[in-house]
């Protein structure tokens, strides 16, 4: 028997377990889970594997609630529709046709799970010319604006609501309109908007300087303009509004696995994820506090992480990612001859705060980020040492030959990428933990899952209150109400460094947390950068150019309030 919260199973009741056609449940979670591991499990006749073995070790590891896949995996496996993965790109070509194919095409990806990132980098800009009609292009920002309308009417899979990822270059020459439109609330709400950022205007920006903008169907240079001043009107739209986030594009395109094949120019909605275009990618996480052993829960604690245990079901993970490309069912042959061709899954983890609390460790510490690139190494080590060996059963991806690996010496891989940090948002709820690598957001909080609305209190403070013997029904009332220990009396300050929630954690050690994990991880990163009410333009400011310094792929927005000021 599955040991699930309540929460848990209102989550998996509202969004995951099959429905009839009167919409009541008509599946278990433990018949869900044995749908998923079966469905993966069937890709091993392809390669003489035992599918019976790996369907119980699959079925084992996602009921201990070890690992879980991304969502559209456990919504779709083993039915008609079957799409499997959460993370595509489309490209936006500079015509009528392409522009509208690429919507239709991203529609039935939306309807099917999975969320969709687009550059609108090719298109030209607004005022140019359109030579088959004598008229004038209505440039990028317009049809964002219909994929927008498109989107909203769209109904991922009957549980999920459309989300897109909306790029445009730097150096497009509607740059300040793509920066400026979510400035209007009403603009583009099915959308993140990122700016791609390039390296040239890094350095123009350093120097105060000037950098060009390029007509993308001419190639031509169509003007010069003060980085400055670009860089200050994304600061005050990201303080405003959450968008834009920034992407730096040429630093992901030199960690690109496989630039023989083609340029990276967009992510997947929330940024943790940079792919070519039509390329797809199935995603996972480890949750990590099922790997500390002797916690401070315990009597005699001595708290350590259990290397061994993880490191078997880094394997296992990595055979589930692989079997799950081919049991996928695309919904574009285009897709299907890109994911197929660079194979590539995005391991990652959530329970990174639960981790740290059941070790004593302070998140925004110094040990803490030690701690995060120690492991997030061992993971990226042990995922490779599972893409070799599933290559000498199976093959290298069909895209080796030119990749990055092709040298003398290099890894004979089956997957072009194999990390990714995700945010986890529904999953953390299943596998009761806390969600991607963040921090924990409040000790007590309400949140909504479709129409169902669900009261989070974190486990672990009231079992150290008891256990410390600090614990009074009065406490309990007291941080279920403000969700913080801030202001409150009897609890011992080191708890309260402990417990520290994602708004009393400096902006720059959010980005140090990012930097840490992504050191050692090969796709992106989706983290919170959040900031108090009272954050300023230059607070923002600050962050973009941290992130850039310390290596970040990039800082993502996430529709920033005033009450609640987050970059991701």
């Known amino acids: 028997m599955i040991e699930l919260t309540p929460n848990a199973i209102k989550t998996l009741q509202a969004r995951y377990l099959l429905k009839d056609s009167d919409g009541n449940v008509v599946e278990t979670p433990e018949e869900m889970f044995r749908r998923v591991a079966r469905h993966v499990a069937a890709s091993e006749k392809l390669y003489n594997g035992d599918e019976k073995k790996w369907e119980e070790r699959f079925y084992e590891i996602m009921t201990d609630l070890r690992f879980l896949p991304n969502s559209p995996t456990l919504m779709n496996a083993g039915k008609e529709l079957g799409q499997l993965a959460a993370c595509f790109v489309l490209p936006v070509d500079d015509s009528m046709k392409g522009i509208f194919d690429t919507l239709k095409h991203a529609a039935l990806i939306l309807q099917s799970g999975g969320g969709t990132g687009f550059s609108f980098s090719r298109l030209r800009p607004r005022s140019d010319i359109v030579r088959s009609t004598g008229g004038i292009a209505s440039g990028p920002v317009s049809f964002m604006k219909i994929y927008n309308t498109a989107t909203e009417v769209i109904k991922q899979g009957g549980a999920r609501r459309g989300a897109n990822m909306g790029i445009l270059r730097v150096d497009h020459p509607d740059i300040l309109d793509f920066i400026r439109v979510k400035r209007d609330a009403a603009e583009l709400a099915n959308f993140n908007i990122s700016v791609a950022v390039t390296d040239t205007f890094m350095r123009a920006l350093k120097k105060d300087g000037y950098y060009r903008l390029i007509n993308p169907r001419t190639k031509q240079v169509v003007a010069k303009i003060k980085a400055k001043e670009v860089f200050q009107e994304m600061v005050v739209s990201a303080w405003e509004t959450g968008d834009p986030g920034v992407v730096f594009i040429d630093r992901i395109n030199r960690t690109n696995p496989t630039p023989h094949i083609g340029e990276i120019e967009s992510t997947n909605p929330c940024g943790e994820q940079p792919l070519l275009p039509y390329e797809a990618c199935v995603l996972g996480s480890l949750n990590l506090s099922k790997y500390v052993r002797n916690s401070i829960l315990d009597d005699n604690p001595a708290p350590a992480i259990d290397y061994d245990a993880l490191r078997r079901d880094i394997f296992t993970a990595v055979r589930f990612l692989d079997n799950t490309i081919d049991a996928n069912k695309y919904p574009l042959p285009e897709i299907e001859r890109m994911h197929k061709g660079n194979r590539k899954i995005g391991l990652g983890v959530m329970g990174w705060a639960d981790m740290l609390v059941l070790m004593g460790i302070v998140y925004n510490s110094q040990k803490a980020f030690r701690l995060a690139r120690k492991i997030m190494k061992f993971i990226q080590n042990t995922s490779k040492e ?183």
Not at 421 to 440: M, N, V
Request: glycine share 6%; proline share 7%.
């Open 386 to 568: 599972a893409s070799e060996e599933l290559a000498r059963e199976r093959g290298v991806f069909p895209n080796y030959k030119g990749s990055i690996y092709d040298k003398k010496g290099g890894p004979l891989l089956r997957n072009a990428t194999t990390t990714t940090i995700a945010p986890t948002g529904t999953l953390s709820i299943i596998a009761d933990c806390s969600s991607g690598i963040e921090p924990i957001f409040a000790l007590a909080y309400k949140r909504l899952i479709l129409d169902t609305e669900l009261m989070e209190i974190n486990k672990y403070f009231f079992q150290i209150a008891i256990k410390e013997g600090f614990y009074s029904k009065r406490l309990e009332t007291e941080v279920i109400k403000k969700g913080t220990l801030k202001g409150i009396k009897g609890v011992p300050p080191e708890i309260k460094d402990l417990f520290r929630t994602a708004l009393e954690i400096p902006p720059d050690d959010h980005i140090e947390m990012q930097a840490s994990f992504q050191k050692y991880t090969d796709n992106a990163v989706s983290k919170t950068i959040n900031m108090p009410p009272e954050a300023t333009p230059e607070d923002v400011a600050r962050a973009f150019l941290l992130a850039y310094e310390k290596a970040a792929k990039g800082l993502l927005s996430s529709g920033m309030v005033p009450k609640r000021r987050e970059l991701w």
